[in-house]
């Protein structure tokens, strides 16, 4: 039997936009009670009367909580305010990440420890202040948005992809060590999504007219990622790939690393190296 989402809490993070605003409503409308964090409090509050409003029918509802995923402090509070308001937590989603377009030799140290603050260190203090009330609680989901590009380095974004892997490793490292708890953890796998990573990816990396990895018609919409999410939270699952094909491909690209190492180049020449300073 699929689980029954109504009632149950849910806490996101990176949900002002995105993957973490669409799986909000996804969750919202499945009746869950949707936790919303993120660092802009006026664009979480828009992501919640939309919530309010996709789950009217089926009883969801949703809670805004600014954090800052960088601080221990602010994501222990995310948890304890929760526990506090709604009395109970079933999920928590660590979506929270940003990208940056830069080659390895020129990522700064700087710029290295702040991705990873985000991107690792922001899932590390989510899934580290939830598992302890998870667990005397008699269970719970921790998800975790890692990338296709965990899988494979993407030239440029080494150091973003860098961070994807970690996210990676920590999950299925994550998985085995908490098999003994009724704890399920699930990694999500998505490909290029319509969402505003371009544009901070542009902002960050001082690249005003940075553009997608994906070809737009292999992306796809936040929406999809939210609807495996929600597909996940009923029937739990280690990972989640929105794009099954990709999983394949990738398994291909895994297999034979010439092929890869080929392609890999490919995308180096064709995209960057007439534009970009990579030493
Ligand atoms: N879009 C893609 O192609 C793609 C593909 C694979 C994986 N992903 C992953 O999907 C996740 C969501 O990205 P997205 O595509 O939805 O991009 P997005 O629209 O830019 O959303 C990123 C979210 O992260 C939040 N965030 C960033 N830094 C934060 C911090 N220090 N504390 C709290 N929240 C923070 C942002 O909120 P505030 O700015 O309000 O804090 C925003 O809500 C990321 O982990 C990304 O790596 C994206």
């Given at each position: 039997?699929?689980?029954?989402?109504r009632?149950k809490?849910?806490?996101?993070?990176?949900?002002?936009?995105?993957?973490?605003?669409?799986?909000?409503e996804?969750?919202?409308?499945?009746?869950?009670?949707?936790?919303l964090?993120?660092?802009?409090?006026?664009?979480?509050?828009?992501?919640?009367?939309?919530?309010?409003?996709?789950?009217?029918?089926?009883?969801?509802?949703a809670?805004v909580?600014?954090?800052?995923?960088?601080?221990?402090?602010?994501?222990?509070?995310?948890?304890?305010?929760?526990?506090?308001?709604?009395?109970?937590?079933?999920?928590?989603?660590?979506?929270?990440?940003?990208?940056l377009?830069a080659?390895?030799?020129?990522?700064?140290?700087?710029?290295?420890?702040e991705?990873?603050?985000?991107?690792?260190?922001?899932?590390?203090?989510?899934?580290?202040?939830?598992?302890?009330?998870?667990?005397?609680?008699?269970?719970?989901?921790?998800?975790?948005?890692?990338?296709?590009?965990?899988?494979?380095?993407?030239p440029?974004?080494?150091?973003?992809?860098?961070?994807?892997?970690?996210?990676?490793?920590?999950?299925?490292?994550?998985?085995?060590?908490?098999?003994?708890?009724?704890?399920?953890?699930?990694?999500?796998?998505?490909?290029g999504?319509?969402?505003?990573?371009?544009?901070?990816?542009?902002?960050i990396?001082?690249?005003?007219?940075a553009?997608?990895?994906?070809?737009?018609?292999?992306?796809?919409?936040?929406?999809?990622?939210?609807?495996?999410?929600?597909?996940?939270?009923?029937?739990?699952?280690?990972?989640?790939?929105?794009?099954?094909?990709?999983?394949?491909?990738?398994?291909?690209?895994?297999?034979?690393p010439?092929?890869t190492?080929?392609?890999?180049?490919?995308?180096?020449?064709?995209?960057?190296?007439?534009?970009?300073?990579?030493?």
């Amino acid at each position: 039997m699929p689980n029954d989402l109504r009632g149950k809490v849910i806490v996101i993070t990176g949900a002002s936009s995105g993957i973490g605003a669409a799986t909000a409503e996804a969750c919202a409308a499945a009746g869950m009670t949707v936790v919303l964090a993120a660092r802009r409090a006026d664009r979480l509050e828009e992501v919640a009367r939309r919530c309010r409003q996709a789950g009217a029918a089926s009883g969801g509802q949703a809670l805004v909580i600014p954090t800052d995923v960088r601080s221990d402090a602010q994501v222990e509070h995310l948890i304890d305010l929760t526990l506090e308001k709604t009395n109970r937590l079933d999920a928590v989603f660590a979506n929270a990440g940003y990208g940056l377009c830069a080659s390895v030799v020129r990522t700064s140290p700087q710029q290295l420890h702040e991705i990873f603050d985000t991107n690792f260190f922001g899932t590390v203090r989510l899934l580290r202040a939830a598992v302890p009330h998870l667990i005397a609680r008699g269970g719970g989901h921790l998800l975790i948005c890692a990338s296709v590009v965990s899988k494979v380095g993407l030239p440029m974004y080494g150091a973003y992809s860098a961070t994807k892997a970690a996210q990676d490793s920590l999950g299925s490292a994550l998985r085995a060590e908490l098999d003994a708890y009724p704890i399920t953890v699930s990694t999500i796998y998505p490909i290029g999504t319509v969402t505003e990573f371009t544009k901070v990816v542009g902002e960050i990396s001082h690249l005003p007219h940075a553009r997608p990895n994906t070809p737009s018609r292999l992306a796809h919409s936040p929406e999809k990622v939210a609807r495996a999410i929600v597909r996940c939270l009923r029937r739990p699952r280690p990972e989640v790939w929105p794009n099954r094909p990709v999983r394949f491909a990738l398994a291909i690209a895994i297999a034979f690393p010439r092929l890869t190492a080929w392609a890999m180049r490919l995308i180096m020449r064709h995209r960057y190296q007439k534009t970009s300073t990579v030493v």
